[in-house]
């Protein structure tokens, strides 16, 4: 009877250890993954810090202005777009010709 206790006792001792050693390596492995993720999210981060600077940039007012006066065309921001009618005429650049190309600028969150 002795012997059966001692061996019970020693054979939960191995399962307890066996099931501790797979907890630590699953936290390792967790960590780890953890560690990855954040990683990945400081460089989204930068990703989309530098993404909005180029939007800012490239998408610009003055900018639009510029490239839609260089192609002779007419640039109509957002608020002036807000602000036509179905009756009222485009307004038409000196250079352009009789049908008048609209440059709009389109953000992620709508016209501007």
């Given at each position: 009877m002795k012997n059966g206790l001692i061996l019970a006792a020693?054979?939960?001792?191995?399962?307890a250890f066996a099931g501790m050693m797979r907890v630590k390596t699953d936290v390792q492995t967790m960590d780890r993954e953890r560690?990855?993720?954040?990683r990945d999210r400081a460089e989204l981060r930068e990703?989309?810090?530098?993404?909005?600077?180029?939007?800012?940039?490239?998408a610009s007012p003055e900018r639009l202005q510029e490239i839609?006066?260089?192609a002779g065309k007419v640039y109509l921001n957002g608020?002036?777009?807000s602000q036509l009618t179905f009756d009222d005429p485009l307004p038409v650049?000196?250079?352009?010709?009789?049908?008048?190309?609209t440059a709009v600028a389109i953000s992620p969150s709508g016209i501007f």
């Open positions: 020693l054979v939960l001792s191995l399962l560690q990855r993720l954040v990703t989309k810090r530098v993404l909005e600077a180029e939007w800012a940039l490239l839609a006066d260089k608020s002036a777009l650049s000196p250079t352009a010709p009789t049908s008048v190309a």
